[in-house]
Nanobody, 126 residues
Framework: QVQLVESGGGLVQPGGSLRLSCAASGSISSHSARGWYRQAPGRQRDMVAAIAIGGSTIYADSVKGRFTISRDNAKNTVYLQMDSLKPEDTAVYYC????????????????????WGQGTQVTVSS
């Protein structure tokens, strides 16, 4: 079994910052690709950022320059630093582990696995 536990969500004003964490345990190697996704009410779940085993990263265009994904393999944990938050960033954020990382000629990609955390709510509002 694989357990993914997200933390760090909450209510923040526009322009503020939050740092999400996703700790993995169970039958999941610390050396696996990871991703962060989000889902707003009435919308599909979309990828926000992903990170390869070697540290390569990809981001959704809407968060480039504002969000940073990182990982600590020793702790089997991935982070999402979110700065300059906007109301449209409001969503439930989910982490994913063990997906398929593909190196493309012009762009890398991450296809999620079936391993998801329970989600953490991020609300950006004044």
């Amino acid at each position: 079994q694989v357990q993914l536990v997200e933390s760090g969500g909450g209510l923040v004003q526009p322009g503020g910052s939050l740092r999400l964490s996703c700790a993995a345990s169970g039958s999941i190697s610390s050396h696996s690709a990871r991703g962060w996704y989000r889902q707003a009410p009435g919308r599909q779940r979309d990828m926000v950022a992903a990170i390869a085993i070697g540290g390569s990263t990809i981001y959704a265009d809407s968060v480039k320059g504002r969000f940073t994904i990182s990982r600590d393999n020793a702790k089997n944990t991935v982070y999402l630093q979110m700065d300059s938050l906007k109301p449209e960033d409001t969503a439930v954020y989910y982490c994913n582990a063990g997906g398929i990382w593909t190196r493309g000629l012009t762009r890398n990609s991450y296809a999620p696995s079936n391993y998801w955390g329970q989600g953490t709510q991020v609300t950006v509002s004044s």
